[in-house]
């Protein structure tokens, strides 16, 4: 399994912006989809953004729709979220992992799940 390490969150406040990256160990990166979950306290975890492995098709859930803007870097293993805008609704924790479409929306491809990275937006 590929392990992911998250990195380039902060605390910044309300319409500021932050980009966080997401490492990959090697190289079999580029063979998956790719996603952003986020997890605020007391809150299930949610999906935030995919972008399938040839980079060309990306989706978001809808609450960061034009805020956010998922990308990924295959000479340098990495994925980036790029969060615009920013809501102090977005203070969570986010996650890196594969995903996989199942028709009725992305899920995580690997169970386990890396450090994750806080963001924090303050009003």
């Known amino acids: 399994q590929v392990q992911l390490v998250e990195s380039g969150g902060g605390l910044v406040q309300a319409g500021g912006s932050l980009r966080l990256s997401c490492a990959a160990s090697d190289r079999t990166f580029s063979t998956y989809h790719m996603g952003w979950f986020r997890q605020a306290p007391g809150k299930e975890r949610e999906f935030v953004a995919a972008i399938r492995w040839s980079g060309k098709t990306t989706s978001y859930l809808d609450s960061v ?59």
Do not use: H
């Open 65 to 123: 729709k034009g805020r956010f803007t998922i990308s990924r870097d295959i000479a340098k293993n990495t994925v980036y979220l790029q969060m615009n805008s920013l809501k102090p609704e977005d203070t969570a924790v986010y996650y890196c992992n594969a995903v996989v479409d199942r028709g009725l929306g992305y899920t995580n491809l690997f169970d386990s799940w890396g450090q994750g990275t806080q963001v924090t937006v303050s009003s």
